[in-house]
């Protein structure tokens, strides 16, 4: 079993639609969560972090943590073909470094 | 641009031969990281840096990888003997600062490179 597990789509949506993404994990250690944006060919791109549980909003984007259930989103309001991209959850321990990611889920958003 | 910077961009190489990746992180950052990702994966963590210090290796760092940070600044990854199982996105990330209250936070913003995209043949 992996530590992360993350669907790894491919999810398409019209553009406008809410999108929700998710990840679940098994290491009870992890204590920081993160989402990253990849477009093709690039590297990962910082969305969104969170530290232990609870929500973050941050314009159209909004990350929850659970930890009880050990189940992390992120949900995309007003969807953009712009937003069209992989995105990756991360999430590390106490220390804050050797983040594990998830196999990220590609994300289509048609106009 | 004062992002991290990774070079090459793109490398096609023997399997057999010797290949070295450079990653300069953003200047005020002390943590350097080292990931390979394969085609619908996410990053594999290889390695972390806190200044010239190498502090973690990953099973996945064959005795055939090396990587140094000879100065605290600009880091290097030496893949031996090229396989054709080496073929990935090689990607180098930087974090963080001594000094902030939120060090255990900051040391969490990853910033990433463009990466080194090797093939092998």
């Known amino acids: ?68 259930s050990k189940y992390i989103s992120l949900f995309i309001r007003d969807s953009q073909p712009s937003d069209s991209a992989t995105y ?4 590390s321990g106490a220390g804050g470094f050797k983040t594990i990611f998830g196999a990220g889920t590609r994300l289509f958003v048609k106009a | 641009d004062t992002g991290v910077s990774q070079n090459p961009r793109h490398k096609i190489t023997k399997r057999g031969q010797n290949v070295t990746f450079r990653c300069d992180p953003i200047s005020e950052h002390n943590r350097l990281y080292w990931y390979r990702q394969t085609l619908g994966q996410g990053p594999e963590f ?16 064959s005795d055939r990888f090396s990587a140094e940070r000879p100065k605290g600044s600009f880091s290097t990854l030496e ?29 969490t913003e990853a910033f990433f490179g463009q990466g080194t995209r090797l093939t092998v043949v």
């Open chain 2, 46 to 61: 290889l390695t972390y840096f806190q200044n010239e210090a190498q502090l973690e290796k990953s099973r996945l760092l």
């Open chain 1, 88 to 91: 990756l959850c991360a999430m």
């Open chain 1, 1 to 68: 079993q992996k530590e992360v597990e993350q669907d790894p789509g491919p999810l398409s949506v019209p553009e406008g639609a809410i999108v929700s993404l998710n990840c679940t994990y098994s290491n009870s250690a992890f204590q920081y969560f993160m989402w990253y944006r990849q477009y093709s060919r690039k590297g990962p791109e910082l969305l969104m972090y969170t530290y232990s549980s609870g929500n973050k909003e941050d314009g159209r984007f909004t990350a929850q943590v659970d930890k009880s």
């Open chain 2, 79 to 107: 893949i031996q003997r090229t396989e054709q199982g080496d073929s990935a996105m090689y990607l180098c990330a930087s974090t963080g600062s001594l000094g902030s209250r939120r060090v255990g936070a900051r040391h």
